[in-house]
T-cell receptor, first 113, second 110 residues
Framework: ETGVTQSPTHLIKTRGQQVTLRCSSQ?????VSWYQQALGQGPQFIFQ???????GRGNFPPRFSGLQFPNYSSELNVNALELDDSALYLC????????????FGPGTRLTVL | KNEVEQSPQNLTAQEGEFITINCSYS?????LHWLQQHPGGGIVSLFM?????KKHGRLIATINIQEKHSSLHITASHPRDSAVYIC???WGGGADGLTFGKGTHLIIQP
């Protein structure tokens, strides 16, 4: 039990719709990172937030956006969903930006039809 | 492009065997993580290394910074060790999140 939770567990959307995925980090963890894991692949870095500011971003288009809140919760928003967005979305929290231990949530499985 | 290579991709072994999974990376890192992922998706952090060696139970992780190489060993393997083991690195800058290897799918047969 890492203490990191994600909701919902599973989600089905249609192409063109918008989706919001949520993550609740461990208390005191100022950094949250989001990853996309397509079936059979390793996770790919989407972006990272530190103290409510975006701190780094991977190779994902602007329709992927995020928010981090003072209560250690965060959101990943995806607009104009495409079929290729179907994946497991993982959030990971850590204390700070020093590369310390990462605590992963169980993930949200998104299916886009 | 900075890369993380893992080997082998797939490994099937008998219960009790000593298991080694290897990870190499292309440039300097600030940290290397070994992670375990079970079917269904949940990822568990096993080790975070920046130098030397760490041990937890039957698991041992080592890293050689000069050779840009790390290994994960499992002693006295058991069917419950069956999972995907992933090596992930944080590059020197730290703002690019973790870069993951493709994972090693381990099956331990009774």
């Amino acid at each position: 039990e890492t203490g990191v939770t994600q909701s919902p567990t599973h989600l089905i959307k249609t192409r063109g719709q918008q989706v919001t995925l949520r993550c609740s980090s461990q208390s005191g963890h100022n950094t949250v990172s989001w990853y996309q894991q397509a079936l059979g692949q390793g996770p790919q870095f989407i972006f990272q937030y530190y103290r409510e500011e975006e701190n780094g971003r991977g190779n994902f288009p602007p329709r992927f956006s995020g928010l981090q809140f003072p209560n250690y919760s965060s959101e990943l928003n995806v607009n104009a969903l495409e079929l290729d967005d179907s994946a497991l979305y993982l959030c990971a929290s850590s204390l700070d930006l020093s590369g310390g231990e990462q605590f992963f949530g169980p993930g949200t499985r998104l299916t886009v039809l | 492009k900075n890369e993380v290579e893992q080997s082998p991709q797939n490994l099937t072994a008998q219960e009790g065997e000593f298991i080694t999974i290897n990870c190499s990376y292309s440039v300097g890192i600030s940290a290397l993580h070994w992670l375990q992922q079970h079917p269904g998706g949940g990822i568990v952090s096993l080790f975070m290394l920046s130098s030397g060696k760490k041990k937890h139970g039957r698991l041992i992780a080592t890293i050689n910074i000069q050779e840009k190489h790390s290994s994960l060993h499992i002693t006295a393997s058991h069917p419950r060790d069956s999972a995907v083991y992933i090596c992930a690195v944080l590059w020197g800058g730290g703002a690019d999140g973790l870069t993951f290897g493709k994972g090693t799918h381990l099956i331990i047969q009774p």
